[in-house]
């Protein structure tokens, strides 16, 4: 059994230090990194500017796993979306979103979930195991190599809770950052989040200009134990006050994402409660009419309920924008192709 650490799942300052072991100097790693995200390197070999002993000793002492594509679907607006399998079996979902302009990755930072949130496919077959940096790096490389094209923006919403992974989510961001690594803008690297308030304020404290989305889903507290059991020790007036104190040390408006359940959270006492909570609060609300998944008993709203919801939003000054749906040919729910696919 080969126990060899994976080279991907290295953040840049351990990659450093593991080349200062061989007393390689640090520009080695920028060379690396290259060779791993821009270039999908599948050997050590390859690496034709490092010294051979050096690649030696990465060989030595590194594994260099590359992730295949176990299945691929596209939906006729031009969605793709991929399971991913990795070195282990283990796999997960990624999703390609073009426009015409840019290419958005949906990448997911966990095999599987534990929030458990109801509406949610991932979080029916638990959690497997933490994505390492590299691995949440594949997703991206392995998008743009099918479509041809540059990342734009990249988008921590698919499978997992980024926050439950912190250190490796903040290793991949900033590899995906970096002009050495993906090259994509701080302010197009998302972080969606149920809202692990420590989380939210840790994130505060980084340095680049992530920018941070929190699932909400109902501001009134019964609604959003039912839909979000796993964060229901996290109040919303203590939510509420996160948010306040990121916005005001980072000076970034946040995102919350509120998926509309019919005859859940549509109706006028939740849009009322929506409304209260974000008056006054500097925030973007994103509606977006819920995705079925088979045996959740959860629907989609009628149609005139997110528009409703937006003018209300509107009116009280709040910034709000509908989810434009993609994918509605193909598995579209985040979980759906990985629990229908075997293996």
């Known amino acids: 059994m ?6 991907k799942a290295l953040s840049r300052a351990q990659l450093e230090s593991a080349l200062a072991e061989f007393g ?19 050997s050590f070999e390859q690496m034709s500017d490092l010294p051979v002993g050096l690649r030696s000793a990465l060989e030595e002492r590194f594994a260099l796993s590359v992730p295949e594509v176990a299945r691929r679907q ?13 070195a282990d079996g283990v796999s997960v ?25 109801s509406f949610c496919a991932t979080g029916r077959g638990g959690l497997t195991r933490d994505l390492t940096p590299g691995e949440m790096l594949d997703q991206l490389t392995l998008v743009a190599s099918d479509f041809g ?48 308030l420590p989380g939210i304020a840790r994130f ?5 200009q992530f920018t941070l989305a929190v699932s909400l889903h109902s501001a009134k507290q019964s609604t959003r134990d039912r839909l979000m059991p796993a964060v229901r020790k996290y109040r919303l007036r203590e939510l509420r ?22 005859g859940v959270n549509d109706g006028g006492d939740e849009l009322a409660a929506l409304v209260g909570f ?26 005139e309920t997110a528009r409703r919801f937006r003018d209300a939003l509107m009116r009280a000054g709040v910034e709000t924008s509908v989810r434009v749906e993609r994918g509605a040919d193909i598995d579209a729910a985040c979980g759906q192709l990985r629990q229908r696919t075997k293996g």
């Not at 596209?74 to 990795?86: M, N, Q, W």
């Not at 992974?165 to 989040?193: C, E, I, P, Q, W």
Request: glycine share 10%; charged share 15%; aromatic share 8%.
């Open 24 to 42: 390689q100097p640090a520009f080695r790693a920028s060379q690396i990194v290259r060779w791993l995200y821009q270039r999908g390197a599948f």
């Open 241 to 262: 006050a996160a948010l306040v104190a990121y916005a005001e040390a980072t000076g970034r408006r946040p995102t919350l994402e509120y998926a509309l359940v019919g």
């Open 93 to 117: 979902e990624t999703v390609g979103l073009p426009a015409a302009d840019r290419l958005t990755v949906c990448f997911s930072t966990q095999a599987g979930c534990a929030m458990g949130c």
């Open 204 to 208: 505060a404290t980084e340095p680049e």
């Open 278 to 303: 974000c008056s006054g609060l500097l925030c973007h609300v994103n509606l977006i009419p819920v995705n079925p998944v088979s045996g959740t008993g959860m629907t989609r709203p009628a149609a």
């Open 2 to 7: 080969d126990t060899k650490t994976d080279i």
């Open 149 to 196: 094209s540059r990342i734009s923006n990249a988008v921590a919403m698919g499978q997992g809770e980024p926050f439950a992974n912190y250190d490796a989510l903040l290793a991949a961001l900033r590899y995906m950052n970096a002009k050495d690594g993906v090259g994509v803008g701080a302010r197009h690297l998302t972080v969606s989040t149920c809202g692990l």
């Open 74 to 86: 596209v939906s006729a607006d031009g969605t793709r979306k991929y399971l991913v399998r990795f």
